[in-house]
C-alpha cells in the first residue's frame, strides 16, 4: 500500500520556538494533505487541509498564523508550529487520500513543549 | 458533525474470544471505515463500507452497517495479542470525502 513518513518522529522545544513537521509520500503524489491533532486516548482532530499549489484551508477553531501549513511539492507537506506552548503538545498526524476515501497515514510526531 | 461515536470505549478479552465494537453516528454518511492504531503510531486503514452495502470481510474482520440505525459494527473473530491496538470509526458525508473521527474503542488482547 500506499507509504507516508512523518519527520521528526518525535521532538521536544522549549516554548516559544518553533518547530517543523514534515509530511512525505513515498511512492505516490498527494495533491492533498491533510494534518491532524490527537490528545492522548482522544480522537483525531483535523486542523487542516494542505493543497499543493494553493493555501491551505484550515478548520474552524484553528490559527493558520500558529499552524503554517505549506504544501511545497505532490509529494511534500510541512506544518510549522510557530512561538509553540506547551498547550501545543501534542501528537500531530497527517495523511493523504487514495484513489478511494481511505486514507494513508503517517507515523505521527510527538511534540512536548518545555 | 458527522462525527462516529465508538462503543465501548475499552475492552479487555483473551486470546482466540472475538471482539466486538460498534460505531454510532448522526447524520447521512457516503462512506464509512474503520481504522487501527497502535500505541503512539498513525493509523492503518483496515476496511471501508460504503452506504449502500450492509456488509463486507476482510480475513478476520467483519463490518456491518445499518443506515436505518446509523450504527456500523467491527468484529474481529479469534482475536491475538497482536491485534491490541485502538480502533476507529470514520464517516464522510455532506459533501465532503474527508472523514472524521470518533474516539475510539481500545482494545486489549491478553495472550
Known amino acids: 500500500g500506499a507509504v507516508v513518513s512523518q519527520h521528526p518522529s518525535w521532538v521536544i522545544c522549549k516554548s516559544g520556538t518553533s518547530v517543523k513537521i514534515e509530511c512525505r509520500s513515498l511512492?505516490?503524489?498527494?495533491?492533498?494533505m491533510f494534518w491532524y491533532r490527537q490528545f492522548p486516548k482522544q480522537s483525531l482532530m483535523l486542523m487542516a487541509t494542505?493543497?499543493?499549489?494553493?493555501?491551505?484551508?484550515?478548520e474552524q477553531g484553528v490559527e493558520k498564523d500558529k499552524f503554517l501549513i505549506n504544501h511545497a511539492s505532490l509529494t511534500l507537506s510541512t506544518l510549522t508550529v510557530t512561538s509553540a506552548h506547551p498547550e501545543d503538545s501534542s501528537f500531530y498526524i497527517c495523511?493523504?487520500?487514495?484513489?478511494?476515501?481511505?486514507?494513508?497515514f503517517g507515523p505521527g510526531t510527538r511534540l512536548t513543549v518545555t | 458533525s458527522q462525527q462516529g461515536e465508538e462503543d465501548p470505549q475499552a475492552l479487555s478479552i483473551q486470546e482466540g474470544e472475538n471482539a466486538t465494537m460498534n460505531c454510532s453516528y448522526k447524520?447521512?454518511?457516503?462512506?464509512l471505515q474503520w481504522y487501527r492504531q497502535n500505541s503512539g503510531r498513525g493509523l492503518v486503514h483496515l476496511i471501508l463500507?460504503?452506504?449502500?452495502?450492509r456488509e463486507k470481510h476482510s480475513g478476520r474482520l467483519r463490518v456491518t452497517l445499518d443506515t436505518s440505525k446509523k450504527s456500523s459494527s467491527l468484529l474481529i473473530t479469534a482475536s491475538r495479542a497482536a491485534d491490541t491496538a485502538s480502533y476507529f470509526c470514520?464517516?464522510?458525508?455532506?459533501?465532503?470525502?474527508?472523514?472524521?473521527f470518533g474516539r475510539g474503542t481500545s482494545l486489549i488482547v491478553h495472550p
Open positions: 447524520t447521512s454518511i457516503n462512506n
Open positions: 463500507i460504503r452506504s449502500n452495502e
Open positions: 494542505s493543497n499543493e499549489g494553493s493555501k491551505a484551508t484550515y
Open positions: 511512492d505516490f503524489q498527494a495533491t492533498t
Open positions: 495523511s493523504a487520500p487514495g484513489l478511494a476515501v481511505e486514507q494513508y
Open positions: 470514520a464517516t464522510d458525508g455532506g459533501g465532503s470525502y474527508i472523514p472524521t
